[in-house]
């Protein structure tokens, strides 16, 4: 049987007659359900004094149900505050809130304000977010073209290296070309003056010539003369 004791059904039973031996009953039937039992002693005693049994008949409640205890125990057991309704946790028995209306009230304020103070805290951090979203995305594009400006230096370093190449051969080709050029001009003027030398050489023969000419004109003048005066 499943028994439920509060200040109400005591008062009811109290207005209907029922004797304090009808009470004693209803705390043994208490005392005796295993629920109860697994609670402890000094809130079963607590318990009865608060429905208002007195020391003697919580003492005989418990004799009767078996569970025999001291009369000072019950005695000495007072609430340390001062308890207007203590339930035993039995099945069937319905849970009471012991909330009040201002204890709702008092949580809706509290989960208000909790719910503004979280809108406001989202309203700085959402930007903030944004924010370090934006700055690790600057920074990965940052990161990318110094990359890839690395890579076009690297680019440019290797052309610049292949151009310094290329005007070295260049000037290689120069000074070999400049130098046959030179030697092309040494070996002109060199074939200049041999040249002159062989005209040098022609004209003193030629001139040589004229005058054995001029000699032999004289002479056969000469005997001309000599035959025309031996003639004569």
């Known amino acids: ?19 304090q031996e009808n009470l004693v009953k209803d705390a043994v ?26 020391t003697d008949q919580i003492c005989n409640a418990f004799a009767r149900s078996g569970q025999p205890i001291e009369r000072q125990r019950v005695a000495d057991t007072e609430p340390d505050i ?4 203590i339930r035993a946790s039995v099945p ?3 849970i009471e809130s012991k909330w009040s ?31 370090i979203q934006r700055k690790g995305a600057t920074q990965v594009d940052h990161a990318e073209k110094v990359q890839s400006d690395a890579g076009n230096s690297a680019k440019l370093r290797t052309d610049l290296a292949k151009l310094h190449g290329d005007l070295a051969r260049s000037r290689a080709e120069t000074r070999r070309h400049l130098l046959q050029v030179d030697k092309l001009l040494l070996d002109r003027q060199q074939l200049e003056s041999e040249i002159d030398t062989l005209r040098q050489a022609g004209g003193g023969e030629e001139s040589l ?22 003639d004569m």
């Open 1 to 19: 049987m499943m028994l439920k004791l509060d200040a109400q059904s005591i008062r009811q039973q109290g207005k209907g007659g029922v004797s």
């Open 29 to 54: 039937e208490f005392l005796s359900n295993e629920k109860v039992k697994a609670t402890s002693l000094r809130r079963r005693i607590l318990f009865l004094k608060a429905k208002g049994l007195n």
């Open 82 to 85: 001062a308890i207007t309704s």
């Open 92 to 94: 069937d028995a319905p």
């Open 101 to 131: 209306i201002r204890h709702y009230l008092a949580l809706a304020g509290l989960s208000f304000f909790s719910a503004i103070g979280a809108s406001h805290l989202l309203q700085r951090l959402i930007p903030y977010e944004i924010h």
């Open 209 to 230: 010539e004229g005058h054995v000419e001029e000699e032999e004109e004289e002479e056969e003048l000469s005997e001309e003369e000599t035959q025309e005066m031996t």
